[in-house]
């Protein structure tokens, strides 16, 4: 979020060198409760690069016809699919021992809550927080299966799913944790239909991960929950705001069987699906959906009068883009510095990119730091990062993060390390800005 004002100043200096640019919108946030004051403010200057950019992506076509007609916006591209971790494109066979193991450990610690055998255990994974309403999910628990919920948050929201099992629900296991790759496909392997509850998703990377693990899904029927699945075909849509609905379907999906003969029946496209997800080349693919489009539009074929045109855009995009630097330079740091809600915090130490939580804090910006006392941080967050319980432990092994932290969330901007080896020079270089 504090970069977004500097995104529109590379936006403006990237039109004036005529480099085609990217801009990805993955989410709407005006109806939080974080939607005022600078956060309102970032959301604006968000929507101003959509129209600067030679290409505005997103990450769905639900998601994008749906801020297309709600801010009436240009929508050039649609990301692939993509699978963050390995593990998620080796065919579910290869899992099978590993999934038995867990299961196992997991009807153990239900037996151990009072839970009797279950028919089938549903599975919810990912963040803890209001907006993904996994509380729907319990409450429209079949009396004969279980659920199992997986991923950790930063908010109070957190033990209300910590809370479950203690409020009579012996078939409900929170555990507490945020998942690396193998962990995470190992828990859809061991599962036998995931469920999510959510109204919110603009693509929902749960759902594909469970479609490449071979394990059907029972979704909210929004958003980005109607990109890939298709009711009755490669699985289903079911209505958790009607909790009674919500149960009955529940209770034939898993009557109906979900062995592998019984969901070729039920739902033929499924393994179709998951094998089209598995086998895709997210390269190849973000390669022609997205940058070839931004290539094209650099490469238009302009007349006499359209150069003409382009010359005094650029010269125009120069000249704001001088102007604006010296004002995002005074506005950003008296921003920053005054801001109460959200109050931004420099994590770590300045000039590095890892923050281990075993820094000091400092809770004005960098320039402040001479007029404000350093505080210790927390040494219990250290530890959780440690134990992977945080957000951070999840991305720390492959780059570094420097957080900025906005109310009761972080946000992360992330330096990626360049990969090595001596590829050829391209021809033209894409400035790709990823944002909300």
Not at 107 to 129: F, H, M, T, V
Not at 157 to 183: F, I
Not at 195 to 221: D, H, K, M, Y
């Amino acid at each position: 979020m504090w970069a977004v004002p500097w995104r529109l100043e590379l936006l403006l200096l990237t039109r004036a060198l005529g480099i085609p640019t990217v801009v990805s919108s993955h989410t709407d946030i005006t109806h939080m409760k974080a939607y005022k004051g600078v956060v309102k403010l970032v959301w604006k200057i968000h929507m101003l690069s959509t129209r600067l950019a030679s290409v505005h992506a997103t990450v769905s076509r639900v998601f994008g016809a749906q801020m297309g007609k709600t801010y009436g916006i240009p929508i050039s591209a649609i990301w692939p699919p993509i699978l963050w971790s390995e593990e998620f494109k080796a065919e579910p066979a290869e899992w099978a021992d590993q999934a038995q193991a867990l299961r196992s450990e997991w009807l153990e610690k239900l037996r151990a809550q009072g839970c009797q055998e279950p028919r089938a255990i549903l599975l919810s994974a990912g963040r803890w927080s209001a907006e993904k309403r996994i509380h729907l999910l319990w409450e429209a628990l079949p009396k004969d299966c279980a659920l199992v919920i997986v991923g950790d948050g930063t908010s109070g929201y957190c033990q209300t799913v910590m809370n479950a099992p203690a409020s009579g629900r012996p078939n409900v296991l929170p555990l507490r944790k945020m998942l690396n790759g193998k962990e995470l496909r190992a828990a859809y392997a061991a599962s036998d239909l995931f469920v999510s509850a959510s109204n919110f998703e603009t693509l929902g990377n749960t759902v594909i991960e469970a479609l490449c693990s071979g394990t059907p899904c029972a979704l909210q029927p929004a958003q980005g929950h109607l990109e890939f699945v298709r009711d009755g075909e490669n699985s289903w849509l079911v209505d958790f705001d009607d909790a009674d609905e919500a149960r009955a379907k529940l209770q034939r999906i898993v009557h109906r069987g979900l062995d592998a003969v019984s969901l070729q029946k039920a739902i033929p496209d499924f393994e179709k699906m998951g094998r089209k997800l598995r086998t895709s080349n997210f390269a190849r693919d973000f390669d022609e959906c997205v940058l070839q489009k931004a290539l094209a539009e650099g490469n238009r074929v302009r007349s006499l009068l359209g150069w003409l045109l382009e010359i005094c855009k650029r010269s125009l995009a120069m000249i704001l883009c001088v102007l604006l630097f010296f004002f995002l330079r005074t506005f950003t740091r008296i921003a920053f510095i005054t801001s109460a809600d959200p109050q931004f915090e420099v994590l770590g130490q300045l000039g590095g990119a890892v923050d281990d939580g075993r820094g000091k804090s400092v809770w004005t910006f960098p320039c402040m730091r001479i007029f404000s006392s350093c505080e210790a941080r927390d040494p219990a967050a250290a530890s959780a990062a440690e134990e992977g319980t945080d957000y951070a432990s999840t991305t720390a092994p492959s780059r570094g993060t420097r957080g900025v932290r906005t109310g009761s969330w972080r946000l992360h901007a992330e330096c990626w390390r360049k990969p090595s080896g001596g590829q050829a020079p391209t021809e033209r270089v894409i400035l790709v800005i990823d944002e909300l």
